[in-house]
């Protein structure tokens, strides 16, 4: 069997990884280099958590992502999840946090209830004035996103894997899994395969038209931050961070392996091209960071990076969208992955190679991919 797979991003590249396993033949076609640093898979880290709200499709995806990420540390020979813990704090407000817990719970995962109160002794770089309810899971990680990509290339190209940078498609055709690419210099040629898939994160639309209602690019800004001297030992073996102040918007990501303190807003922008110019804007850090002041001491003396303003590209209702293209199942999208994606890539690829090889129907993989798991 000949795959084609359009994107090098952790979506692309865990399909083409779990295909070549599975004896076929792949070739990955990306527009830029690799890792790209523009897609929405290169950066050093990531967030794991299985807190999903009420989704508990998603709760218990995150729990069975776990073990394909296992599998993969074991092709790559190196094993890239930092296990922090989660701790969610919520203003109140939210339906979020008390929906997270109650899942948790019902699920087994021991969620430990702290009080307001108790969290600056516990968490010295926190104040508690604005939290009203907080509590701990140990099921919560950060994966060195950058390395893992970075991995997976060097798998697939050991393991045979055909993988063209800066080699864009100009256009496809679902329905005979074809491709047709421009080589800048080389002039434009067809690839035929027998399945096709494409994982163009936010240039999906771009492929693809009329997805552009379930698969809008959003530009959205990290910033990265160093804290006061006497507060980076705390930081050290800090928990990931969501606040839920009637909905996620503020996430921090503890420094690991090395790595900067992160925030990151969850709130979509739904604005902006994958394409636009990636300089960062008057404002955008000040953005990011502002709901920090109230829940971190001495936040003015923490030193801000520059912002990193970034795309993913986002479904509606922020579910996945893995699905066939065409009546015959030949060629399939990745998308809608909608700023959580990262920590399903491998789980994902796994599914969809099933789908490919034709051992899994296409509407269960679609459905099971949009988190609906019969109670979500
Ligand atoms: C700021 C930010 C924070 C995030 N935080 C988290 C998190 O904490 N946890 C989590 O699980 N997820 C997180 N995500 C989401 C996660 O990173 C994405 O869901 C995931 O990386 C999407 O991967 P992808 O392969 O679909 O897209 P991409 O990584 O963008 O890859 C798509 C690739 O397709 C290529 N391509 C596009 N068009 C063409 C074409 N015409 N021809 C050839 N190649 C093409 C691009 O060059 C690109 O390399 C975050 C994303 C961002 C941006």
Known sequence: ???????????????????????????????????????????????????????????????????????????????????????????????????????????????????????????PMLQAAAVADAFHVGDGGVLLAARIVEGLLGWLEANGANVHARTPVVAIDPDHAAVEVDSQGHGRWQIDADSLIVAAGPWTAKLLPALGGVARPSRQVTVYAEPPLELARAWASAPL???????????????????????????????????????????????????????????????????????????????????????????WVMTGFSGHGFKFGPLLGDMLAEAVAGRLDGAALTAWAQGFDGDA
Request: with cysteine; proline share 7%; charged share 25%.
């Open 1 to 123: 069997m000949k795959v084609t797979v359009v994107g090098g991003g952790i979506m692309g590249l865990c399909a083409a990884r779990a295909l070549l396993k599975l004896g076929a033949t792949v070739t990955v076609l990306d527009q830029g280099p690799l890792p790209n640093p523009l897609g929405a898979s290169v950066d050093h880290t990531r967030a794991l958590r299985s807190a999903y709200g009420g989704n508990t499709g998603y709760m218990r995806m995150a729990r069975d992502a776990r073990a394909a990420w296992r599998r993969v540390w074991s092709d790559i020979g190196a094993d890239l999840l930092v296990e922090t813990g989660l701790l969610v704090l919520s203003d109140g407000s939210g339906t979020w946090s008390p929906a997270s817990r109650h899942a948790l719970a019902a699920a087994g995962v021991p969620v430990e209830d702290i009080a307001p109160a108790d969290l600056a002794a516990r968490y």
């Open 241 to 331: 961070i969501v606040m839920d102040s009637g909905s996620v918007g503020l996430y921090v990501v503890p420094p690991v392996a090395g790595y900067g303190l992160k925030f990151g807003d969850h709130r979509f922008s739904l604005a902006g091209d994958p394409d636009d110019d990636r300089t960062p804007r008057d404002g955008d850090a000040r953005a990011v960071v502002a709901p920090a002041a109230s829940l971190l001491r001495d936040f003015k003396r923490y030193r801000l990076g520059e912002a990193r303003p970034c795309f993913y590209d986002v479904e509606p209702e922020e579910r996945f969208v893995v699905a066939p293209l065409d009546g015959a199942q030949r060629s």
